[in-house]
C-alpha cells in the first residue's frame, strides 16, 4: 500500500499518485527539492523475501511466476510482459535511483521520503483499466502425518483460525502492549471487527481484492534467489537486465526439473537448456 504524508505534497503541488506513471512524475519533483521515494528492496532468498518487490511489477504486467503441464513446471519469466515487469522494478534504483536501504519510517517522519510503498503497488492497462495486483506474506498451519493426534489437531486449527479466537487474541493483544502491536490477522470477518480504524480497514480491505501469491511448485523456493541474483547484477554491477533474467530463468528452472524428478515428474529436457 502506498503511504504518503500530504503536508508535504500538498506543499509541492503534488497529487496522491494512482499509477507508476503518476509516482514518476511525482518523483521528478521529489527529486528536484532534495526528497525521495521509498519502494522496499529485496530481503532474502525466498519466493516472498527475494522476489516481493517484483511481484506487484509481474503481475501488473500480466506476467506469471511459472507455466505448468501434467504437473511438471517451468519458469515464465522469459516472456516479455515478465521483462518489461522486471526492467520497471530494476529501473527504480538504476534509473530513478532512489535509495537502495532506508528506514522508511524515520525517514517519512522526517520528511526526507514522503511517499512510499509497504508491500502494494498499482499499475494502469492501456485501456486505462488498473490492476493492483500484489503478493503478500503469510503463516501457515500443518498437521504431520504422523501425528497420533490428527483430529485433535484439526479442531485446534478450526478453532484458532476462527472469527472469535482471531478477534479476542488481536483486541488482548493490542489492549496488553497497544497498537504496535496491532494484528493483521487473515480473517477477514474479525480483521473488520478489530480496533482499527474504519478508514484503515477499507483501504486494506480494497487492496485485499487484489491479492495473488505466487504459485508454489516443487523447486520453487529457488525462484525467489535468483530473482534476488538478477537484481544484483542490475542495479549493483550495471548488468543488462535482460541478460541478468536469462541467467535466472535458466538456474531457477534446472532447480525445478531436478526437484520434479526427484518426486518421479516426467521433466521436458530442454528445461536443462539456456537459451
Not at 519510517?105 to 495486483?133: C, H, N, S, W
Not at 487473515?186 to 480496533?195: D, R
Not at 504459485?215 to 548488468?239: C, D, E, I, K, S
Amino acid at each position: 500500500m502506498t503511504f504518503y504524508r500530504t503536508d508535504i505534497l500538498s506543499e509541492l503541488g503534488i497529487k496522491p499518485p494512482d499509477t507508476w506513471d503518476d509516482l514518476y512524475d511525482a518523483l521528478l519533483k521529489l527529486q528536484q527539492n532534495g526528497l525521495d521515494f521509498y519502494y522496499p528492496p529485496p530481503t532474502g532468498v525466498g519466493v516472498t523475501e527475494g522476489a516481493v518487490g517484483f511481484t506487484p511489477f509481474l503481475f501488473q504486467n500480466g506476467g506469471e511466476y511459472y507455466k505448468c503441464m501434467d504437473g511438471s513446471c517451468r519458469s515464465s519469466l522469459d516472456t516479455p510482459e515478465a521483462l518489461v515487469g522486471f526492467q520497471e522494478w530494476t529501473d527504480l534504483y538504476s534509473n530513478y535511483k532512489i535509495p537502495r536501504e532506508a528506514n522508511f519510517f524515520t525517514r517519512m517522519r522526517t520528511g526526507e521520503q514522503p511517499i512510499g510503498v509497504a508491500g502494494y503497488g498499482v499499475q494502469k492497462l492501456p485501456d486505462g483499466t488498473i490492476i493492483r495486483a500484489s503478493g503478500g506474506t503469510g503463516a501457515s498451519m500443518v498437521i504431520f502425518e504422523q501425528s497420533k493426534h490428527k483430529e485433535e489437531s484439526w479442531q485446534f486449527v478450526k478453532w484458532w483460525s476462527s472469527k472469535d479466537a482471531q478477534q479476542r487474541f488481536g483486541g488482548e493483544l493490542e489492549a496488553l502492549i497497544g497498537v504496535e502491536a496491532r494484528w493483521n490477522t487473515a480473517n477477514l470477518e474479525a480483521l473488520q471487527a478489530l480496533p482499527w480504524p474504519k478508514k484503515d480497514i477499507a483501504f486494506i480491505m480494497e487492496q485485499w481484492r487484489w491479492f495473488r501469491e505466487p504459485p508454489v511448485v516443487l523447486g520453487g523456493y529457488f525462484t525467489g534467489r535468483h530473482v534476488l541474483n538478477a537484481w544484483n547484477r542490475v542495479v549493483l554491477q550495471g548488468m543488462n537486465p535482460r541478460e541478468a533474467l536469462e541467467d535466472a530463468i535458466y538456474d531457477i528452472n534446472k532447480e525445478l526439473a531436478k526437484k520434479q524428478e526427484e518426486f518421479g515428474v516426467k521433466v521436458d529436457k530442454s528445461m536443462y537448456r539456456r537459451g
